[in-house]
């Protein structure tokens, strides 16, 4: 059945339901520290704070992977500083190379009081020479006059020959009456000169007309276009004498076949052949039996110091490639052609894709063919020219190694600017979210201390409702 309440209990009833249910709120808040924890609290605070808590969610999930970006250019950059060290030695070992001349040498003694012949030649083949044999005449030729012709008198003027080596001849010499020995030699030099046979004329002291070839070869004289050619010269065969060592290596010097593949000095009186090159170098002419008027050994070795350094500067570039394999994190390797791709919003409308790249910007990787460095061969320091072609070369490589280093360093720069942009962003968005749901637990603390005091005084009031309520059984 129904119980009728004063007037006075009802309210202090109803202010303590009211106090309670406050105390309730506030006793929440403190609990979770917010003062928005559902919809029905406040819709606009609540699904604010619930978007801005969203997208910092999803900006923390990016994080991850621009974490692990760095982290990939990193080990790029790792492989890339080896690398450059790695080819910095190899052009140490060239200059290495490029410093060492610890060739080996050969002495030939040279017999002077042979009788020279035709054919009398030192032939030079290996080494960097290579398989053909070039040779060196070690004999001059010389071509006389059978008897005195001072002065030489024709019978016309116009009688014309020509003075060839068997591969060069001159142009047509024109005699004229009354030419002296000396004369014609004067006019066969001209000729020679021009032609660039190598011979020369003289007048020995015999007062004869002397041709001679400091090269040896054979010295032919002939008839020009004017009929009656130059019998009235008197030429005798061709003879043969020994050069002298100094004449020798200034022959071997300046043959262009043996430039910087071989040296010739006088060692005192002998024949001193330096072989320039890693490979040994064949001396054919020359034996214990002195062929030819040269005694010695035929072989020379080839520079030790210089081909363990090829051996060196190649497992240095097998090195290289290495480094460029091992250079990944994750599964990507920058230096082999990978690409990253990271992204740096939400939305996806932010992207930066990193990878290595050449001069003209296509997609390259990282390794000793992309760099033009090939492997040495014992030849390729077998001079210093060939070596400076390979520095030169490395030089490049390091300019691209540098170049790229510095793309990797500027795309890490990027990353981890926008790593703190969006550390920064994420704690904005947190921060604003908080400030719309996140209760003020000083404030909500003197709330709860408030309404303990009220529920206290409601306690109070309501006793003192109910002992009025009782005053009428006092009747009874």
Known sequence: MDVNLSKAVRQNLLSLQSTA???????????TGLKVNSALDNPSNFFTASSLNSRAGDMANLMDSMSSGIKTIEAADNGLKSITKTVESMQSTLR?????????????????????????????????????????????????????????????????????DGTTATADITLATGDTAAVIAGKINAATTTAGNGITASVDTDGKLKLSSAEGTAITVANGTTTGGVAVLGFAGVAYESKSVDEIVSSVNSTAA??????ASNDNGKLRIENQSTADLTVTGVASGALNGLSGTDD????????????????????????????????????????????????????????????DGA??????????????????????ATIDTKL???????????SQSSTFGSNLSVVENRQDFTKNMINTLETGAANLTLADTNEEAANLLALQTRQQLSSTALSMASQADQAVLRLF
């Open 21 to 31: 249910k406050s105390m309730a709120e506030t006793q929440n808040r403190l609990a």
């Open 96 to 164: 290495q190379a490029r410093q060492d001349k610890s060739f080996k040498t050969e002495s030939y003694t040279l017999d002077t009081a042979r009788t020279a012949v035709a054919g009398d030649n030192v032939e030079f083949s290996g080494g960097s020479v290579g398989s053909t044999n070039v040779a060196v005449s070690i004999n001059k030729s010389t071509n006389t006059t059978a008897a005195a012709v001072t002065p030489i008198l024709l019978a016309d003027n116009g009688k014309q020959f020509t003075v060839s």
């Open 258 to 263: 043996l430039t910087d593949k071989i040296r």
């Open 300 to 359: 020379i070795g080839g520079n030790d110091v210089r081909k363990n350094l090829v051996k060196q500067f190649n497992e240095l570039r097998d090195q290289l490639d290495k480094f460029a394999d091992d250079a990944s994190f994750n599964g990507i390797n920058l230096l082999r052609g990978d690409k990253l791709k990271l992204t740096f919003n939400e939305t996806g409308t932010s992207t930066i894709e990193i990878q290595a790249k050449d001069e």
């Open 363 to 384: 997609a390259t990787s990282i390794n000793n063919t992309e760099l033009g460095i090939a492997a040495a061969v014992d030849a390729d320091f077998d001079s210093d």
């Open 392 to 402: 030169s070369g490395l030089g490049d490589a390091l300019n691209s190694l540098r």
